[in-house]
């Protein structure tokens, strides 16, 4: 069994003899949920969220009994990351003389070429998301194989979770801003799911929707400006590895686990975000606070 790593200040506390610093409280208002997942209060939380000490708390989850989570991370995020790019089908490059609608058609052909292998990454990742957030968040403390268990056994409500904000980000993508006000208020979703094993996916939206209020817009800056952060990179070392060899040379290959490999720690560090968010703003009620 893995002991449980929540800090023994609640979020958004200052830690015993820890320095002052904005976002830390003595006495932080409580967000409290009941068995069932609902809110049980107004739902605003004790704090104005802070960036600075949710990065921080994403980085020492990422140091946090790292040897479990890379595993995880190589099986979830390595593995059919590389899968995809040494199986799936080779990219499609126009011809130097192509016109508009060529290139328009070669796009959509590439994409529909990779899209069975985009779904498997996609899912592989969220599954892999789950169950890092199981060994993060348990309450008790719980070993890889629960945590996998527990990820395998909420694939239902992750379907209809899918479902669900689908539509509810296919409607805001009409306006832009309201999409990514969403981003803000629904960070908390996949955290809320794992650490109350909601089975209920309209609670854990609820939930989430509750404890960030009067912070949506702050969280939405964070994982607006991390996911650029992250993309930039990604297209940089993309470059790179570009150069390394055509598709099926063995420099291609090198340069496919290369990115596989940097996709992977971003995966890593995206579920480390999530969770710092949910950190900082979820307290339990008295005697359940994050033992």
Known sequence: MM??????????????????????TDAPKIVTFARNGEPENDGVSMVKFDMGAAWDDA?????????LTSVLAGLFFFLPGIAAALLGPAPLAPPGNATPEQI??????????????????????????????????????????E?????????????????????LFGIAALLIIPAIYLIGRFAAVYPLLT?????????????????????????????????????????IIGAVTGILGPHGSFG????????????????????????????QLAVRTAGEVFQ
């Open 147 to 167: 945590a996998l268990g527990f990820t395998f056994a909420m694939i239902p409500t992750m379907i209809l979770l899918f479902l669900v904000q689908s539509v």
């Open 195 to 235: 650490d109350r094993n909601l089975k209920n996916p309209f609670a854990a939206l609820a939930g989430s929707w509750q404890l960030t209020r009067g912070n949506g817009w702050r969280i939405a800056l964070f994982v607006v400006l991390f996911v650029i952060a992250m993309l930039v990179i990604t297209i």
């Open 252 to 279: 291609y290959v090198i340069g496919s686990a290369i990115n596989s490999a940097v996709s992977a720690a971003f995966g890593l560090l995206n579920t480390a975000v999530i969770a710092s968010i949910y950190r």
């Open 104 to 145: 328009s058609a070669l796009f959509w052909e590439q994409l529909r070429q990779q899209l069975p292998w985009l779904a498997m990454v996609m899912v592989a990742s969220t599954l892999g998301s789950i169950a890092i957030l199981r060994l993060w968040l348990a309450r008790a403390g719980t070993s890889v194989g």
């Open 59 to 67: 980085m020492t989850l990422v140091r946090a009994h790292l040897p």
């Open 3 to 24: 002991p449980a790593i929540w800090p023994a200040a609640a979020p958004g506390a200052r830690p015993p003899g820890a320095p002052e610093r904005q976002g830390w």
